[in-house]
């Protein structure tokens, strides 16, 4: 991708550090404005194509909602994030009823998180322009329109299914989680996903809705272990123009929004006891009541709910309720771990780096066979999301038009054993038996082998990191059985006759 192509982000914030801090981490993924004051804030917009402002909450002249509510006025297309070290909740309900705000962040932010939200309101303000086109197409030519949105949606529901869009091998234990998804799907039965997070829960609950007979209905998701209870409720259920402070005009629920398609409720174990009651009121009634509104509202949705979460055992800890639990569970439906699903890694690999590769404009001939096998020995313990961070940083770090090899990986799955690949690194670590001599002579084998594959098995580099002569490398690969160790082909030609 080249700058010029780059979307241009405004951060606004009073506290230079911050704001420094902010574009430094920023700079490589976006063409970053900055501004310490409402007033430069306000003339970059007049002057710039700005797509996302990120605007610091206590703003010496005035609050970031406050600002943020005038450039809904004036460029309402701007799409509005506010960071912040407060999380009150009524601040958070102002925030995204009178600034229209896509994102409250919190403070401390973690970089790659926010540079994924980022992107995402990036890609929202692109849609947003799409759809506003497809509006104009609409008034000029509906027949030509009409067929767009129904081949998008043929697009989604392609993309999403069981056989294309879940990405596994042949003899994969998906197999059988995507033989009972598209067996469950034509059926309106409540779903209750579980698994671990990153194992792809999201993705099944897609792949179910475009499966069933709601496909070409909408289906939206709330990660409900993310809003405090009152922004949980207004968000699915709406409210009325007065119902709280800051909420100035009437706002539709999601279950509202979906009705007729599918409403995926993410982290469903995190929802707080009194909000489990009014849940389960709505999924035995088949209707809403908006914050602050006398009168219910009938919706047809059918809910498919994950938590990565026992709840089975949350019901006998009595953290949650049983009725919820049976109302939500029609089927329960579990997602294997990654490090169950070994032979999956190398396919999950290849299709994540060709999205990655499509994503960032940059394209490689794959990954070595050794940098294969090293992500096969490793536990994933962050499943797929995990892969996807690491995938990630491999492109960005490799070089273009080649292969990527194991040297790109992260140490810690350099050093990860076969055997221990069903924990994650520390507990890896923890589990090594025998006498401390056994145990340090296990860790220093793994991190010898770990340093000769990141030089590319360049012997002289990788006595030189670890402080050893070549003589005293080859003394402790014999003795670890690592001498006659036979890298492949293409990283032997890349070791050189050095090595």
């Known amino acids: ?164 869009g879940i990405v596994r091998g042949r003899d994969s234990p998906m197999n059988a989680v995507c033989s009972t998804l598209r067996q469950v799907a034509p059926y309106d039965v409540p779903v209750l996903l579980s698994g671990s997070s990153g194992t792809g829960k999201e993705l099944a609950a897609r792949a179910l809705h475009y499966g069933s007979l709601r496909w070409n209905k909408p289906f939206v998701v709330e ?7 009152e922004l949980l409720e207004s968000e699915l259920f709406g409210h009325k123009r007065g119902a709280f402070t800051g909420a100035v005009e009437d706002h539709m629920g999601l279950f509202e929004r979906a009705n007729g398609g599918s409403v995926f409720l993410d982290e469903i174990g995190e929802v707080s006891p009194a909000f489990q009651v ?37 019901v006998r800890a009595r953290r949650f309720r049983a009725d919820l639990y049976y109302r939500l569970a029609g089927m329960v439906i579990r997602i294997p771990d990654l490090r169950d699903r070994r032979g999956d890694i190398p396919v999950l690999a290849r299709a994540l780096l060709a999205r990655a590769a499509d994503h960032l404009g940059k394209q490689v001939t794959g990954f070595t066979d050794e940098a294969v096998d090293c992500m096969r020995n490793y536990g994933w313990p962050g499943n797929g999301r995990e892969m996807q961070n690491e995938i990630q940083q491999m492109l960005v770090m490799g070089p273009e038009g080649q292969a990527l090899g194991a040297e790109l990986l992260s140490r810690h799955i350099l050093r990860a054993d076969p055997a ?13 038996e025998g006498t401390l001599k056994d145990r340090i002579e296990t860790l220093e ?27 005293g490398l080859r003394s402790k690969l014999e003795r670890y059985g690592l001498e006659n160790v036979n890298p492949h082909p293409a990283t032997r030609r890349a070791a050189g006759s050095t090595a």
């Not at 990660?223 to 209870?229: E, F």
């Not at 221990?420 to 520390?426: E, I, K, V």
């Open 420 to 432: 221990d690949a069903d924990a994650g690194d520390d507990a890896a670590i923890a589990d090594i």
């Open 223 to 229: 990660n409900c272990g993310a809003l405090p209870d």
């Open 445 to 471: 084998a793994r991190i010898i082998r770990e340093t000769l594959i990141r030089h590319r098995w360049n012997k002289s580099r990788a006595a030189r990191e670890l402080g050893l002569s070549r003589v």
């Open 1 to 164: 991708m080249t700058e010029a192509s780059l979307p241009t982000i405004l951060v606004v914030d009073d506290e230079i550090r911050s704001l420094e801090s902010l574009e430094r981490i920023l700079d490589e993924e976006f063409d970053v404005r900055t501004a310490s004051t409402i007033a430069e804030a306000e003339a970059v917009l007049e002057s710039e194509w700005v797509q996302v402002v990120l605007c610091d909450q206590r703003m010496p002249d005035q609050t970031g909602v406050e600002f943020l509510k005038s450039v809904r006025t004036r460029w309402p297309d701007i799409i509005r994030m506010i960071v912040s070290g407060y999380t009150d909740a009524h601040d958070i309900i102002d925030g995204i009823n009178e600034a229209g705000i896509f994102q409250y962040i919190t403070k401390p932010w973690h970089p790659e998180g926010l540079i994924l939200t980022l992107k995402t309101a990036c890609r929202l303000y692109e849609l947003q322009r799409e759809n506003e086109l497809l509006a104009i197409e609409l008034k000029m030519s509906p027949s030509e329109a009409s067929r767009k949105v129904s081949d998008r949606r043929e697009k989604l529901r392609r993309d999403y299914d069981f056989d294309d």
């Open 278 to 314: 009014k849940l389960l009121r709505v999924l035995q009634e088949g209707e809403i009541r908006p914050v602050g509104s006398t009168k219910t509202r009938k919706v047809d949705v059918r809910v498919i709910a994950a938590t990565n979460k026992d709840l089975e055992e949350e």
